[in-house]
Structure formats: C-alpha cells, structure tokens
C-alpha cells in the first residue's frame, strides 16, 4: 500500500474518531440536560387558616395551627345536610372542612375583564390568576414584561362545583357567551397564558388528589426539554357545593371531624380541604445566570400508575415504590441522602400503612434508626386539599429546606397498628425540630397519589452556594449591586396600581413589610419595585436614602401627609409615559455631566455610544470627550461594566387586586 493511501486511510480514520467524540459529546449533552435541577423562584398561595402568602404559610406550619372550622354559611346550611348517621342519604357526616377566606371577591378590571364575564368564571379560575400574577412578582418578573415570551402554564384542576352550582341558582335562559369559558378547566390555564400573553405550553390537568405536583412534573420535563424558558405550575381546588361530600361521605373516605389524623391509631379518613399555589420555575443554570432568587431546587420528578390494583381507588404499594425509585433514578440521588418525605398521608387506615410500607421500601433500605427518615404531612394543619394538596406539600418543603427546620405533625398520639413501627427506620415528629444535613446536603421526598391511580413522586433539595448542573460544579453569580452604585446616596422607589384605594393599600404593605424586615437593603427594594413589578396608571415614587427613610415616607402617604421627597400622580393608560434624558446646552450643561449615568447604566451607556458613531463624522471633537470634558479618555466600554443585579426583594402579602406588589 502506497504511503499516500495510508495517510488518507489514517486521515479518514481521525476524522471519523473526532465525528464519534463529537457525537459522544453533544450526547452526554442532552443526557445531562435531562438531569438539570430545576430552580424554584417564586412563589404564591391561597391556604386555609387565612394564609395568603408565604411567610404566613410557615408561621401556620411552625406554630402548629389546626386550621379546619365549621363549613361557613356562605358555603350552604350545613344543618340540610348533616347527619351524624354514615348511612344516611342525601347528607354528609361531617361539619367540618378546611376553608380559604374570601373566595367570592375578585377585581375583573385588574385583568381587563369585563364584570358580565367575572359572574361567570368559577372562583378557581379567579384565584390562579391572582396567585399566578403574585408569584411572578414574588419571583421578581413583572408579569406584563412576558408578554410574546415562550414561558408556560401548568394546573393542576380537578373539580367542577361552581358550574354544577350555577345550573342549581339560575335558569337556562342565563347562559351567556361566557358561560362555557367561565367554567372550562383547560380555558382555567389557557386564560392565565391569554392575560399575560404567553406563548409557551399551556396544559390543565386533572389527575384528581396528584394534579398540581403532576403539572409540576410536566413543567420540569417541558423545561428540560427547552420546550419553555419559565414556567408556572400548580393547582387550585375549592368547595362550593355540598354533593361531593355527600359523594364522599358514602364512600366512607370522610374524617367525622374533618382532620387528617396522619399515621394515627385514630385515623378515619380524611378532611376535606381547599386552597391554590403556584409557582415560578427556571432551569438552574438559567436562574443563575438572571441572578434569580432561588428557593430551593427540584432535582428528581416521576409519575406513574396504579394499574390492575385491588380496586380502582385502592393504592398499590408497588406502584408507590417504582414511582419513588424513579425519581431517584431521575435525580440522581441516594436514597439515603433522603432525610425528609412530605407525605400524601391522608389518615386513613387503608391508605397510610400501604405509603409508608412503599416509603420504607424505597428509601430506607440499609438505613440506620440514627438516622431515621422523617415523614409528616401538611394534611394534619389543613386537610387534604385534593387537586392542590401536591402544590401545598411541596412550598411546606420549601420553606422547611429555607428554615432548615422540620415543622410538627399534627394529631399524632397513638401510632397505627397497621403499621410496624419497631422495624422501620422512620420518625413522625410531633414538634418541630432542627432539620439535619446528611452529607452537607438536605433533601427530601414529596408524594401525592390520586384516587384514579396516577401517582407522582418529587425531589428537592436547598440551594446553596454552588449546585449541580450537567454534572458541573457552578457558582453562584453575585446579586449584590456594583461598586459604582454603592456610591449613589439616594434611590428612587416607585409604586403603582390601578386606584387611589389600592395604592393607599400598597404603601401600607409596604411599610408593614419594612417594619418586620428592616434587614432589606434599600437598592433591592428599589430594583424590585422599579423593575420587578407592573406599573400602572395611579403612580408614586419616593427618593430615599435608607430603608428607615422611605418607612418613614410609606408611613406618612398612608396617613396622608406632605412628605418631602415624594411624588404621585396619574399617567394614562393608553400611553404610558416615556424617559428622556435632555443635554440642551445653551449653558445647562457643566462638565462630567452624565458621567456616573454612562458609568453605571448599561442602557444609557449604549445610547450614547450610538450617538457619538452616528456624530462622529460631523464633530471636530468625538461627543463623549465633549460631555465628559477629557478628550485623552477613553470611555468605559459595555465589557466593563456588567448590568448591576440587585437583590430581587420578596414582600409578602399584597394580592393583584391591590396593585402592583
């Protein structure tokens, strides 16, 4: 053979060598990519027990508050329909529920929707517009900024009550154009998409019990896919009638006294509950590239199915297990490096000892009682909130990973009989305890199981201060502001909403928020309210140079008094105003002027930049060494300085009826 066959033979075979490498390379790529944490960075919700954010939430979880009560009368005269006689037909044995506050107020024109159209759309679909709208700002993102984005809508919506009400309270010749929209479970998600318009996957899903944490999972999985950019998932259930109590009272899956008595020798069923939580979701290295806030990282998401189980409502152990192993297999993650599981725990006898069976199966193999793994439920606080008990499952893991502190599970005295106690490495803690790092690490397990047989097993884990990605250690990108802000004495803070009412409500927040907070850095704040939320036509905007200061301003609109330093207005809603910044010359202008602007302000920088190269060929002196008086400098170029990236500030409590939070 010819020595220039042997080189084009040895040059064919490095060729296709470095093809095989490449090929190997982009595949581990993808394969990686189906494995990336998925960031967690905001947050809303609507629970019982008055809880209408998260910081209520976990005082709720950490002081052990029992939240169930009486049916209220808004709901329907419980006295028509209770009778303490399980067999009795047409009532229900139980007076008991878990109930949100304030389900029948809604403000139409917040969302642009007329007041006809809001008396036919169900209340589910009125509380995930607004726990959506708020969860974004928790998360720090302006809602109406994603307009014309990729990001999507996941929920979790399983019941149907107010259609069923409706047919009950009026006649068939008050359907209207938006009855069938008012009502529509997929138009409950694609609605949110509509207001906010956003163009990315859009699903409603009805799993019953599992819904919410499987919109969660498909969320992860159109995220890894790079299906979305940003996600929101979740679910809403509320009780407005009173035949699916009924339904359930003959079934026998009812609590007499309408709690979840978890793992309890006492356990009769469960109670019914109600509420709605959405959140935020971002691919980790996304999250930490747009210097988001991140709650906590979900690391390992399954679903499956029943199957041919004992009886179609029956819950299979076996099913149970492979769910929980494959989320693990999901994650990557070892099942002893589990030391907490957020249960689906119902409290009835059929149904605990099987989960905790399958739990003990899959993660406690080899597991020593040291080291025991921690179940408990938020059912025990709230009952079992059914299409949206998976979302409220999941923010309680949330927030315990961000306390690092394991809240109580209520009513648990006697531990079951059905269960064997002795032989499983697991603890029910009864008081809130210190939760403990395994390996530097803190993560746990959250499960929701529907009565149709779908189940769905998560994985999260803290966030610290270098995480997983693709298999490669990252670091955090900094939040705080550049040495070149830190020099500006003064920040402007501006607020809005849609009436004087409302804004007056705001302020208010505001200044309670700051008087339990007073640790928040006042250019967080003022990159949160000037960037992260709406802005709207009633408008105010203050100048102050500490946290202190602008307290004291927030408390001085709310009485409604003259402060210096503050401004209102109303601007028009059809145009909004525009910023110009004006250099006239003529004797106005003094040297250096715009320099700390130019400096600091990548937006500015480049509109100056444009105009010096458009100028260029017209001026005997370059613009910039006109402005900045120094024609020897050169100007910081956009390589230089970065985009400063503030704290995203999170203020809980104010809803979208109020205004831009």
């Not at 305890?433 to 999260?460: C, K, P, Y």
Request: glycine fraction near 8%; include cysteine.
């Amino acid at each position: 053979m010819s020595s220039s066959v042997k080189e084009s033979n040895t040059d064919a075979l490095k060729r296709a060598l470095f093809a095989v490498k490449d090929l190997r390379t982009k595949l581990d790529t993808l394969e990686q990519a189906k494995r990336e944490p998925i960031a967690i960075i905001g947050a809303g919700c609507r629970l019982p027990g008055g809880v209408r954010n998260l910081e209520e939430f976990w005082r709720l979880l950490q002081n052990g508050i029992d939240a169930v009560s009486e049916v209220p009368a808004s709901r329907w005269n419980i006295d028509e329909y209770y009778d303490p006689d399980p067999d009795a037909p047409g009532k229900m044995y139980t007076r008991a529920g878990s109930f949100v506050d304030d389900v029948d107020k809604f403000d139409p024109q917040f969302f642009g929707m007329a007041p006809r159209e809001a008396a036919s759309l169900d209340p589910q679909q009125r509380m995930l517009l607004e726990v959506s709208w708020e969860a974004l700002e928790h998360a720090g993102y302006a809602p109406d900024k994603l307009n014309g984005t990729s990001a999507g809508v996941f929920v979790g919506f399983s019941t149907n009550d107010f259609a069923h009400y409706l047919r009950q309270n009026t006649s068939i010749a008050d359907i209207n154009p938006y009855s069938g929209t008012g009502g529509a479970a997929c138009v409950a998600a694609g609605r949110i998409s509509y207001v906010l318009g956003l163009h990315g996957p859009n699903f409603a899903i009805d799993t019953a019990c599992s819904s919410s944490l499987v919109a969660v999972h498909a969320a992860c999985e159109s995220l890894r896919a790079g299906k979305a950019q940003l996600a929101l998932a979740g679910g809403v259930n509320l009780i407005l009638i009173p035949e699916p109590s009924i339904y359930f009272s003959r079934m026998r899956a009812i609590s007499p006294d309408g709690r979840c008595k978890t793992f309890d020798a006492a356990g009769d069923g469960y109670g019914r509950g109600e509420g709605c939580g959405m959140i935020v979701l971002k691919r980790l290295s996304d999250a930490q590239r747009d210097g988001d806030n991140i709650l906590a990282l979900i690391r390992g998401t399954a679903i499956n199915h029943d199957g041919k189980s004992s009886g179609l409502t029956v819950p299979n152990g076996q099913a149970q297990q492979a769910v929980i192993r494959a989320a693990l297999a999901d994650g990557g993650i070892d099942p002893l490096a589990v030391s907490y599981l957020e249960a689906h725990g119902t409290g009835t006898p059929l149904g605990d000892p099987i989960e905790i069976r399958a739990a003990a199966a899959a993660l406690c193999a080899g597991r020593a009682q040291e080291h025991s793994l921690i179940v408990g439920s938020a059912k025990t606080n709230f009952g079992h909130l059914e299409a949206a008990a998976g979302i409220a499952g999941l923010l309680k893991v949330v927030l315990a990973l961000q306390h690092r502190e394991i809240p109580p599970n209520l009513h648990f005295k006697n531990p079951s009989p059905h269960i064997p106690w002795d032989e499983l490495p697991i603890q029910i803690p009864t008081k809130k305890m210190s939760w403990e790092a395994i390996n530097d690490q803190r993560i746990a397990g959250v499960s929701s199981f529907g009565f149709s047989g779908t189940n769905a097993h998560l994985l999260l884990s803290e966030f610290s201060e270098s995480s997983l990605v693709n298999g490669k250690q990252l670091s955090v990108t900094s939040n705080q502001s550049t040495t070149a802000l830190d020099t500006v004495h003064c920040s402007l803070i501006t607020f809005s909403a849609k009436s004087e009412s409302a804004l007056q409500e705001l302020a208010q927040r505001y200044e309670r928020h700051l008087a339990t907070h007073p640790e928040v850095e006042l250019a967080d704040i003022a990159f949160t309210a000037n960037t992260g939320r709406a802005h709207f036509a009633q408008r105010l905007a203050m100048v102050a140079d500490s946290t202190q200061a602008l307290r004291a301003k927030l408390a001085a609109v709310v009485a409604q008094q003259n402060s210096p330093g503050v401004f209102s207005g109303k601007c028009s809603e059809s145009e909004p105003p525009k910023v110009a910044f004006l250099f006239t010359g003529q004797g106005a202008q003094y040297a250096e002027m715009g320099r700390e602007l130019y400096d600091t302000q990548p937006v500015f920088r480049a509109a100056l930049d444009k105009c010096e190269a458009l100028l260029r060929p017209h001026l005997e002196v370059p613009l910039l060494a006109v402005l900045f008086n120094d024609p020897h400098s050169d100007p910081v170029s956009n390589d230089e300085v970065s985009p400063p990236q503030e704290k995203s500030v999170i203020l809980e409590g104010p809803s979208p009826e109020t205004g831009a939070m």
